[in-house]
């Protein structure tokens, strides 16, 4: 048990679904992050939100919307996705100021695109 | 510019033999670094932190690591692996940024196979 709960933890989707990945942190973190790690790949950053503000966004395709309605919650909204997209799904949170920016990852979303 | 080198893709130990992982980073100010650890079809869960305290640092599963500035290595090492330590490990540095945000490199990660 980390703190993040991801939901849910499986999930398949066509390629003209629409569906969304939720995190909760429990850690009282105001940070939050969206990874995602594919096989064979380092693990990609995708986005950031501090203080419920978006602060990073590396280049994410618009078929991958974040929405970040509180500190202690996290969706990634996903609609016309495309097999590459398949991959983990990780979200974490961390404290902003703590020393080391120490961050905390959920048990990560397994998403098949089909 | 930051970075971090994870320098075996996979170590494979036999149960009850020491586990060493190397890491070595490049850093422009006082660095944290940290391992992690993903065991199959699991999410990354902390191992260990240095953040400028002790330079060697105790983590969870009897894994430790020394912050050895003058060589710029952070290794990961256990005296004795055990079945349950297979898994991928992850060498992350986090270095404070000019404008005072953190950024977090990750490096390629290292899969630690236990023969029996």
């Known amino acids: 048990e980390t703190g993040v709960t991801q939901t849910p933890r499986h999930l398949v989707m066509g390629m003209t679904n629409k569906k969304s990945l939720k995190c909760e942190q429990h850690?009282?973190?105001?940070?939050m992050y969206w990874y995602k790690q594919s096989a064979k790949k380092p693990l990609e950053l995708m986005f950031v939100y501090n203080f419920k503000e978006q602060t990073e966004n590396n280049s994410v395709p618009s078929r991958f919307s974040p929405e970040c309605p509180n500190s202690s919650h996290l969706f990634l909204h996903l609609h016309t996705l495309q097999p590459e997209d398949s991959a983990l799904y990780l979200c974490?949170?961390?404290?902003?100021?703590?020393?080391?920016?120490?961050?905390?990852f959920g048990e990560g979303s397994w998403l098949t695109v089909v | 510019a930051q970075s971090v080198t994870q320098l075996d893709s996979h170590v494979s130990v036999s149960e009850g033999t020491p586990v060493l992982l190397r890491c070595n980073y490049s850093s422009s100010y006082s660095p944290s670094l940290f391992w992690y650890v993903q065991h199959p079809n699991k999410g990354l869960q902390l191992l260990l932190k240095?953040?400028?305290?002790a330079t060697l640092v105790k983590g969870i599963n009897g894994f430790e690591a020394e912050f050895k500035k003058s060589e710029t290595s952070f290794h990961l090492t256990k005296p004795s692996a055990h079945m349950s330590d297979a898994a991928e490990y992850f060498c992350v540095v986090s270095d404070r940024q000019k404008d005072s945000n953190y950024q977090l490199i990750w490096g390629a990660g290292t899969k630690l196979i236990i023969k029996p």
């Open positions: 240095y953040t400028s305290a």
């Open positions: 974490a949170s961390s404290q902003d100021g703590e020393a080391g920016n120490t961050i905390y």
């Open positions: 850690l009282g973190h105001n940070a």
